[in-house]
């Protein structure tokens, strides 16, 4: 697999990833709604399928991505029966800071970048990663790192959001603010799929389409910048936007009839047994 180094036009920068959510670390979590019910999903899988026990003892588990640990200290306790090892890696100094004064003692933490991971070939048995995948460069690269340190008959569940979220937001910026971008983009679900299939030809997406109430866009905006999940595109404004613009925004954004706004997100899971 090459080595893509050579980001898409107009994606953020490592270091404006690592830098905001290491911000957010503080306030994340009560947030964090929509990445507990993807990250639950994936939890869930790991206890219907009894992969854990079926590794047996001295199960070594990767929470990719971990963020403020919310997930790893579950995964700890499944893996933990077992007298499995879980290691909590992130791109932000900052998050792993706050997980790991937060978390469960025997928990191994560790600052990575996803696509360069500095742990050896087949040295873990689960890779779990939820909503860390689509703040990378290149997908591929991310499924290939899981691929090289997954043991044979490891186990990957990764969860992402595809093109299609928060086109709610997207559409009334584009209306107020036609010069700029002030929305993320994601990839499209072929071009995920086609890339996760070449990687793990064994790979099985599974995809659903969320919405989130909020009382305002305003709302909204402040949810996504407590979770550090603010644009981040190296095409967004240099300078704070006008009230002006923000209170256009509004205006085009679309209402319930209930009074309240909705956000979409369009969410994914890849699950993936490598071959024993």
């Not at 998050?95 to 933490?109: F, H, K, S, T, V």
């Not at 919405?211 to 095409?235: N, R």
């Amino acid at each position: 697999m090459a080595n893509l180094t050579n980001p898409p036009a107009g994606a953020p920068a490592k270091t404006a990833i690592a830098r905001d959510f290491g911000a957010a670390s503080g306030t994340y979590n009560p947030a964090a709604r929509l990445q507990r019910y993807m990250g639950q999903v994936m939890v869930d899988r790991l206890q219907e399928q009894a992969c854990l026990r079926e590794i047996g003892v001295d199960c070594r588990v990767l929470d990719l991505g971990c963020g403020t640990g919310w997930f790893t200290g579950q995964l700890a306790e499944l893996a933990g029966r077992s007298g499995g090892v879980v290691t909590g890696a992130d791109l932000s100094p900052g998050m792993l800071d706050y997980a790991q004064a937060a978390g469960a003692p025997g928990i191994r933490w560790i600052v990575a970048d996803a696509e360069s991971l500095p742990l050896a070939d087949d040295s873990m048995d689960v890779v779990f990663s939820n909503l860390m995948i689509q703040w990378c460069s290149h997908s591929a690269n991310v499924l290939a790192e899981c691929r090289r340190v997954l043991r044979p008959g490891g186990q990957l569940v990764i969860s992402t959001l595809l093109d299609g979220t928060l086109d709610e937001l997207r559409d009334a910026w584009r209306k107020a603010d036609p010069e700029h971008e002030h929305v993320n983009r994601f990839e499209t679900e072929t071009a995920f799929r086609g890339q996760a299939l070449a990687v793990l030809p064994g790979a099985r997406i599974t995809t659903e389409s969320i919405a989130l109430d909020y009382p305002s866009p305003t709302a909204l905006l402040a949810e996504l910048k407590a979770i550090g999940a603010g644009f981040k595109g190296s095409l967004r404004r240099r300078n704070a936007t006008a009230p002006g613009r923000l209170r256009a925004m509004c205006h085009h954004y679309p209402k319930g009839r209930d009074g309240l706004v909705y956000a979409t997100y369009q969410a994914a899971w890849l699950t993936c047994r490598l071959p024993g």
